[in-house]
T-cell receptor
Framework: DAKTTQPPSMDCAEGRAANLPCNHS???????VYWYRQIHSQGPQYIIH???NNETNEMASLIITEDRKSSTLILPHATLRDTAVYYC???????????????FGKGTTLSVSS | GAVVSQHPSRVICKSGTSVKIECRSL??????MFWYRQFPKQSLMLMAT?????????EQGVEKDKFLINHASLTLSTLTVTSAHPEDSSFYIC??????????FGPGTRLTVT
């Protein structure tokens, strides 16, 4: 899997948008960008993933640049419960990747404060 | 999303004893399950990949005779830490892979070896 680079930490005020960047300059054409987060002492939680187009779900939006070398996860209205470590992971997607593990980097620690 | 459970959530054992951790996919069948280990302030590290009905594949540096993995059914994988030592104290997390390649994580098991 291609490597990703994320800032080690970010701060965000409650109610504001949190924009978490991720660089994946060596991503290949059939690799997806996945985002997971881990709240302290819990298992990772899936947030969103995408290939080329921007994606949005009830948790977040994912903006992928046209050259796919970077992406941004957006939490539109951060709350205290969004304080967690956020991981950006690049991997092949689809059912034929069911046997491939997710490899975690160091992620970004997001601290949301009131 | 799909649910993965782990049991127990916390366990304390004495040095030299063995501990079994269960990982179950509750509402889907998982051909492949993964086991991770996480030390304090570090990221998740993949230990092994477990396929139903076959031997697990261990990552480099993980002792297969110490960390016994059994994946006897499509909904259950177990990790047994044999002859546990204090340095095995860690947060153990499993994940299960669903049909389209998405992975769901369990809540983790905190192992403390005294």
């Amino acid at each position: 899997d291609a490597k990703t680079t994320q800032p080690p930490s970010m701060d965000c005020a409650e109610g504001r948008a949190a924009n978490l960047p991720c660089n994946h300059s060596t991503i290949s054409g059939n690799e997806y960008v996945y985002w997971y987060r881990q709240i302290h002492s819990q298992g990772p939680q899936y947030i969103i993933h995408g290939l080329k187009n921007n994606e949005t779900n009830e948790m977040a939006s994912l903006i992928i640049t046209e050259d796919r070398k970077s992406s941004t996860l957006i939490l539109p209205h951060a709350t205290l419960r969004d304080t967690a470590v956020y991981y950006c992971i690049v991997r092949l997607g689809g059912g034929n990747q069911a046997g491939t593990a997710l490899i975690f980097g160091k992620g970004t620690t997001l601290s949301v404060s009131s | 999303g799909a649910v993965v459970s782990q049991h127990p959530s916390r366990v304390i054992c004495k040095s030299g004893t063995s501990v079994k951790i269960e990982c179950r996919s509750l509402d889907f069948q998982a051909t492949t399950m993964f086991w991770y280990r996480q030390f304090p302030k570090q990221s998740l590290m993949l230990m092994a990949t477990s396929n139903e009905g076959s031997k697990a594949t261990y990552e480099q540096g993980v002792e297969k005779d110490k960390f016994l993995i059994n994946h006897a059914s499509l909904t259950l994988s177990t990790l047994t830490v044999t002859s546990a030592h204090p340095e095995d104290s860690s947060f153990y997390i499993c994940s299960a892979s669903a049909s389209l390649g998405e992975q769901y994580f369990g809540p983790g098991t905190r192992l403390t070896v005294t």
